[in-house]
């Protein structure tokens, strides 16, 4: 059955490993540049002939082996993305926009954006960068003011206090009756200026409160939540999702940045153990509460092929992405081929290695005349599986490409 | 060569404009004489059409990257497309605005374009060619334009030139037309809650009635002269240097174990003395308040130049640093001519006054020599601290960051594609490889410019002499010239840092930087956004956005004005609050409407602008008398820190879309559904903490209902005689809740009425019909004290007749008002 205009069908998780992933220790392994990393035994998924078809993948830490293994048919890895930068700001706002321009929002906050109606927490940010481009605001929120979300989904209750010797509450600022007619009031208010105010952003800003105003009610659905730590957030945020508050979920790790002194490559594994133990916890709850969720990894950009000291790496302007879904994310939900690489980088020694390769467009072969995929490629067909690719509210923020597009 | 052409070369191998792919035609190496007859005619050619028929042909390859959205579109040379009307036209103003730039005496556009200096896109011309000549030959023009005698072919009294072409597209319309302004009232209103976080006072009301707008000017003057002022100059300010990271809950503990620990080598013993001993018997409370303090000394180097009308220069020039009786306390230097030991009780003193003073412990040599470093904030801990030196970035990203504070220039705006294939990584590619040293040639000297203030690892901010490093930075105590272009104030041999100047690097940096016209854009620019709420508006970046042109005439028309800010900032002597009202006297503050919807072209203009939580926090207590509290807190660090819901990073302030200068570093400026159900709640909540409270003064001392009584019964009838003083009284509360002087028969005043009405005609039936309380709920009472719950015991008062509650209901329906909330 088709999904329904406003239905997004799907949440959409976007995870930055902020700092720069080392794709070495993930899906984009090649031999001789990582100490430790030099046996074929260490990469499994595939021989080196097949590494731009296959997810092929690091088994140095188990965790990481595990999680591709067992997420590889419900995957789909790019890798060879040409970033184009070795600056984290940059970099972050286009391996999550698909675009370098300043002020685009993110992927996540595309798709809320486009299926925002009626929720009071489409886009749901965890942590981390969240440009909307004015589409929306993001609803911000850390685990350590998960408790205080209670006062908002009744706004017109106050709860027990024992002060002074006295009970005081619970109870309500109104009867319920006298807060309707303020409701109504203050509804036929805000209709008035929307005819009266004429300026551009008076305007938008006007209409962005009637649209928040009007989707306040259905917080009262949301359940009660206390939280230690960022799990906790992310549960919230798959409960809101099925129950129609929210449509995407957007949180970051940090850490990733490990240059000599910052850790080097034990920390960079470290982190990515967190990162895939951070996605299954992710896909894993969303299953639990029967939610299909589809979760799109990305970085700033890739680690250099050199170490710049140490055993730390540069940042380098070669990324990688999955995206990958739970179980209950059917083909037709999501039409992208599952189980699969495209997009690879040079194989070979410190001067060579990790440089984008250009690819067959159709077949995704290596292609010296082909295309090398940018995030502004992996967007694009992004948008189109989540079905946003003509959603009006993006017009603003076109996708710019060189060359064909991926062809799903 | 084609702009097509251009584009197709820069894009051929997703590598953008990269050096090894000249985009130059294939041109003569020198000019020889039919060169020099194409680049000069022999006929009249006026210097526009100079321009239009023969540079820009060559610019338009330039314009493939030095374009909006471009590659270069962060660089001083940005382009308009083609698809703006009347690009040309502008293209020959930016041109010439760009050629105006030279260095060493030579034309910075040429140099760049030729190589001769680092460039992104590497040399695109070769000097001695046809282009090349034309291109000079066109900055020679520009000092004395040749005008030639218009031609009208057809004779229709319009000149060729300006004869309308098929395809024209109407131009988008002027900014000022159909622009509606507030009044006297509105803008003093605007400013009395933006600035000063209070409201208008009846004599300022009266003194600008009906009078030029310049009789604003001395009730700014005697505005800015507040604490609130002050207070929201550092919030503004903060907005860019994020520097209060340093006061989050976790934070303080970090900066003040610093130093009343070993990491300054016991420099100051009293410090953990200090910090744990409190006569109050709440340690908590003065160690917060003193890292607070510390933490907020490079947002005071603000506050003292406005306060002592001081250019703005001051902040980065001071010979000092900056400290309150906390910090001197801590500190154990003077707070001014105060000893420290003279100051016995830090609580009776005055938290905002911050006095310059020494700071021997932090800002002079630690190894018995002479040296000593003082550049206003950029010597302070706070701020080194907040974009701290790692083993890799080698302070570039406090060089990134001056840039981009002080010099108005965001370099990763300037950063070209790179090209991995041509980058040889054991060759330090950033003090080498063309590809980067175009930002590095300009980011590591003034990187190099901060080497007294790290030791190249992981240690406390504070000057350290070649000594105290002990050779961990290299033998020169920084990296040597072959890996990193030397310390300097900025890009070239002539901007670098002599032996004798790297002592005091940071002195001579600050002093390079006040020379700067970006200085006078930054301070513009940071002051310009704080008040108008949002960023500035930056050139549309694809051609393809609807509505590019009017966008694009938005974008131009804010630079104008910003220009005209700018020149002004500079003739007034770089001063904070001259420059404050100049912003204020803009259509960007002052703009209430527009005549006619869909006028892409004035965006930026004009409020719609969700308040920050702390501007609202300030505007409720100036409106109810009271902030928004969490109930029955009355603890003195919840006093002393963060007296509101609204200021609470783990309450309301992130809800709101405020900021943590941590991991949320932007502020939302519209409101998402928690925070519109936040106001919601603020709205009711605050009405029933006020609203009884309020009606239980006598009313010349009440701020909402003033011409009314409980014993008022809205009768239905508001042209009954005996609702004169509600009708009043609803007048009153629109004015003083929302801005809006309305007459009794407004129709928003007549809805007002019908609310409150028929709130307690319903609210009374329910009483009687025992289907609500006839007495307040204790809350809303207006007799308990909200912090300590005093007074819980006496009971809530009776409104069996539910005036109260309608009233209540009133001033909820104004406080979740779009007037209310947004600026």
């Not at chain 2, 930016?94 to 200096?117: D, M, P």
């Amino acid at each position: 059955m088709a999904q329904a205009a406003s239905d997004p069908g799907v949440m959409w998780v976007q995870v930055l490993a902020d700092g720069g992933l080392d794709q070495l220790f993930a899906c984009d392994p090649h031999l001789g540049l990582r100490s430790g990393l030099n046996s074929a035994g260490q990469i499994a998924g595939g021989g080196e002939d097949a590494r731009h078809e296959v997810i092929r993948y690091c088994t140095l830490d188990p965790q990481v082996a595990t999680f591709f293994s067992a997420n590889a048919p419900r995957m789909l890895v790019f890798n060879g993305i040409d970033t184009g930068t070795n600056n984290h700001e940059v970099g972050v706002r286009y391996s999550m926009s698909g675009s370098s321009n300043t002020g685009y929002p993110i992927f996540a906050a595309q798709v809320a954006a486009a299926f925002a109606e009626g929720r009071p927490m489409p886009l749901i940010d965890v942590s981390g960068y969240d440009e909307t481009g004015g589409l929306l605001a993001p609803t911000r929120i850390g685990w350590q003011n998960l408790a205080a979300l209670a006062s908002l989904k009744q706004p017109n209750r106050y709860d027990y206090h024992y002060v002074a010797s006295q009970n005081i509450g619970p109870g309500e600022f109104l009867p319920a009756q006298a807060l309707a007619s303020v409701r109504a009031a203050h509804a036929a208010r805000l209709g008035r200026l929307a005819q009266a105010l004429r300026l551009p952003d008076a305007a938008h800003g006007l209409a962005q409160l009637r649209a928040a105003r009007g989707s306040t009610a259905a917080l009262a659905e949301l359940e009660d939540a206390s939280g230690s730590g960022d799990a906790d957030v992310i549960e919230l945020g798959l409960r809101a999702f099925k129950r129609g508050l929210a449509v995407s979920l957007n949180c970051s790790m940090g850490g990733f940045d490990t240059h000599d002194g910052l850790g080097g490559d034990a920390a960079q594994r470290q982190r990515i153990v967190a990162l895939v133990e951070r996605v299954q916890l992710i896909l894993d709850r969303a299953t639990a509460n029967a939610v299909p969720v589809v979760c799109v990894v990305c970085t700033d950009f890739g680690r250099s092929p050199n170490y710049d000291g140490g055993d730390g790496t540069d940042h380098w302007p070669n990324a990688s992405m999955w995206v990958v879904k739970n179980a209950l994310v059917t083909e037709q939900q999501l039409p992208l081929p599952m189980n699969r690489t495209i997009g690879l980088s040079s194989a070979g020694a410190i001067a060579t290695a990790l440089q984008p390769q250009p690819i067959n467009p159709v077949s995704f072969a290596p292609d010296p005349s082909g295309v090398r995929l940018t995030p502004g490629h992996i967007y694009r067909a992004l948008r189109r599986a989540a079905r946003i690719d003509t959603a009006a509210v993006l017009s603003r923020f076109p996708l710019s490409i060189s060359g064909p597009d991926l062809p799903f | 060569m084609t702009r097509a052409r251009a584009v197709a070369l820069c894009l051929a191998s997703l590598l953008g404009c990269a050096p090894q792919q000249q985009l130059a035609a294939p041109t003569p190496p020198e000019c020889d004489a039919a060169c020099q007859a194409q680049a000069k005619p022999a006929e009249c050619v006026s210097t526009q059409d100079y321009f239009d028929d023969l540079a820009w042909p060559v610019l338009e390859g330039c314009a493939s990257c030095h374009v909006s959205g471009g590659q270069s579109a962060g660089t001083r040379l940005v382009f308009k497309p083609s698809v703006i009307p009347d690009y040309l036209r502008q293209n020959y103003v930016i041109f010439a605005e760009a050629s105006a730039l030279r260095e060493g005496g030579a034309s910075l556009l040429l140099l760049k374009a030729t190589g001769s200096v680092p460039h992104g896109g590497g040399a695109q011309l070769e000097a001695g060619s046809r282009d090349y000549a034309v291109l000079l030959s066109m900055i020679e023009q520009l000092a004395a334009p040749i005008e030639c005698p218009a031609i009208d072919s057809d004779g229709d009294g319009i000149p060729d030139a300006e004869e309308p072409q098929p395809g024209d597209v109407p131009a988008p319309l002027p900014v000022s037309t159909g622009l509606v302004l507030g009044d006297n009232y509105a803008v003093l209103r605007k400013a009395t809650i933006a600035l000063g976080g209070r409201l208008p006072t009846g004599a300022e009301m009266a003194a600008v009635e009906g009078q030029p707008f310049t009789a604003l000017t001395p009730i700014l003057d005697a505005l800015m002269t507040e604490r609130a002022f002050y207070e929201r100059v550092r919030e503004i300010m903060n907005d860019v240097l994020l520097t209060d990271r340093s006061r989050e809950e976790t934070g303080y503990l970090s900066i003040m174990s610093e130093l009343s620990g070993s990491s300054y080598g016991g420099a100051f013993p009293g410090a953990a003395e200090f910090l744990t001993a409190d006569n109050t018997g709440n340690t908590n409370a003065r160690l917060v308040k003193t890292a607070d303090a510390f933490a907020r000394e490079p947002l005071e180097f603000f506050v003292y130049a406005a306060k002592n009308d001081l250019p703005l220069s001051a902040v980065l020039t001071s010979q000092f640093r900056l400290v309150n009786a906390y910090t001197a306390k801590a500190l154990n230097v003077p707070w001014g001519a105060v000893m420290p030991a003279e100051i016995s009780d830090v609580e009776a003193t005055d938290y905002d006054d911050f006095r310059p003073t020494a700071l021997p412990g932090i800002n002079e040599a630690q190894s018995g020599a002479t040296f000593s470093e003082y550049a206003g904030l950029l010597t302070t801990n706070s701020y080194i601290r907040r974009y701290p030196n790692t083993c890799t970035n080698h302070n570039r990203k406090l060089a990134r960051y001056t840039y981009r504070f002080f010099l108005d220039f965001d370099i990763m705006k300037n950063a070209p594609r790179l090209d991995l294939s041509t980058v040889d990584v054991s060759a330090h590619p950033s003090r080498n490889n063309p590809q980067c040293t175009g930002c590095h040639a300009q980011i590591d000297p003034v990187a190099g410019a901060f080497m007294n203030w790290t030791r190249c690892f992981s240690s406390p901010p504070r000057h350290y002499t070649l000594d105290d490093k002990g050779g961990s930075c290299g033998a020169a105590g920084w990296y040597p010239d072959a890996e990193m272009f030397p310390p300097g104030v900025g890009a070239g041999a002539a901007n670098q840092l002599s032996p004798g100047d790297k002592p005091k690097a940071l002195e001579r940096l600050a002093a390079h930087i006040v020379t700067q016209p970006g200085f006078d854009r930054a301070m513009v620019r940071h002051f310009f956004v704080g008040l108008t709420g949002r960023p500035m508006l930056e050139a549309p970046q694809d051609v393809s956005t609807p509505g590019y042109a009017n966008l694009d005439a938005a974008f131009e028309a804010q630079q104008d004005s910003f220009d005209a800010l700018v020149a002004d900032f500079v003739a007034g002597g770089r001063r904070l609050k001259p420059l404050i009202k100049a912003i204020v006297a803009t259509p960007y503050f002052r703009a209430v409407n527009a005549e006619a919807s869909d006028r892409v072209e004035l965006k930026g203009m004009g409020g719609g602008v969700w308040l920050p939580p702390e501007v609202l926090h300030r505007k409720l207590t100036a409106v109810l008398g009271a902030p928004w509290i969490e109930i029955f807190q009355n603890s003195p660090v919840y006093r002393a820190r963060a007296d509101g819901l609204l200021l609470q990073r783990y309450r309301m302030r992130l809800f709101w879309g405020g900021i943590d200068s941590d991991a949320v570093l932007t502020r939302q400026q519209l409101p998402g559904g928690l925070s519109a159900a936040g106001s919601e709640r603020m709205a009711l909540e605050m009405a029933c903490e006020h609203t009884a409270r309020d009606f239980a003064r006598a009313p010349s001392d009440r701020r909402l209902f003033r011409y009314t009584e409980v014993a008022q019964v809205p009768s239905g009838d508001r042209a009954d005689p005996s609702q004169a003083g509600i009708v009043q009284t609803l007048q009153h509360l629109h004015e003083r809740v929302l801005g809006e002087r309305l007459g009794a028969n407004d129709p928003e005043l007549i809805a007002s009425y019908e609310l409150l009405s028929s709130v307690r005609a319903a609210g009374a039936a329910a009483v009687g019909a025992g289907q609500v309380p006839a007495t307040l709920d204790k809350l809303c009472g207006g007799h308990i004290d909200l912090y300590t719950g005093a007074g819980a015991a006496t009971a809530a008062p009776n409104d069996a007749a539910f005036v109260l509650r309608a009233w209540q209901a009133v001033l909820s329906y104004m406080l979740m008002d779009y007037r209310f909330l947004f600026d």
